[in-house]
C-alpha cells in the first residue's frame, strides 16, 4: 500500500517532554493550511487525521479547501509520554532522575511512566493501518513520531528513522507491503 503523511504545523516545545500534550502553533493555522494547500503532491481523497489539535485544525483547513471528507482519529496521536508529557526535560532529570535515565538509555524498551513503549504505540498505529488500508488517494495528517513509526514498518531501524528528517508541515510518502 501507498500513502501519504503530513506533519502537523510548528509548534513551541520549549525544552519540554511532548507527545500527546496540546501545544499552542507558533504560526497562524491559515498559514500552515496555505502552505501545505502550496506545497500538496496530491489531492487526497480520503482524508484522516490525529484528533490532536495541532494535527485537526490544519486537517480541517484541508478538508475545506479540498472539499472531502476528514475522520479524526486517537489512533494517529503521537506517543504518550504519560506523567511525564508537557514537562521540562531538567526537571525530569532533577525530580525523576532514575527513571528518565533509564528511559533515555533504552527508549526501544521502556516506556515512560503511565506512557507507551516504543513497540504498543507502533502496534496501535500498524492497526490502524491494517484495518483503514490507506491508498494512494489518502493522506494522514500525523506527528512525527507517526511518521518514523511509519518508516520502521517499511524497514528503516529506529535509530535510522529517528535520524530522518520529518519537517513541521512536511508531505511523506510511503509504501508498506503485507498489511
Known sequence: MTF?????PPVDRKGRCVGQSVL????????A??????SAPIVPRRLYSSDLPRCADL?????EAWKVDLS????LRELSFGLWEGRHYD???????ARWRTWCDDWK????PGGETLTAFSARIMS??????PGSDTLLVTHAGVIRAIEVRGGKTWDAAMASSTPFLGWNEHTLAGL
Open 4 to 8: 501519504w503523511t503530513l506533519r502537523h
Open 24 to 31: 499552542a502553533l507558533t504560526i497562524p493555522i491559515a498559514h
Open 33 to 38: 493550511v496555505a502552505q501545505a494547500l502550496a
Open 59 to 63: 486537517a480541517r483547513g484541508l478538508a
Open 72 to 75: 479524526l482519529t486517537p489512533e
Open 91 to 97: 526537571a525530569l532529570d532533577r525530580e525523576d532522575g
Open 109 to 112: 524498551h521502556v516506556a515512560p
Open 128 to 133: 490502524w493501518l491494517q484495518s483503514h488500508q
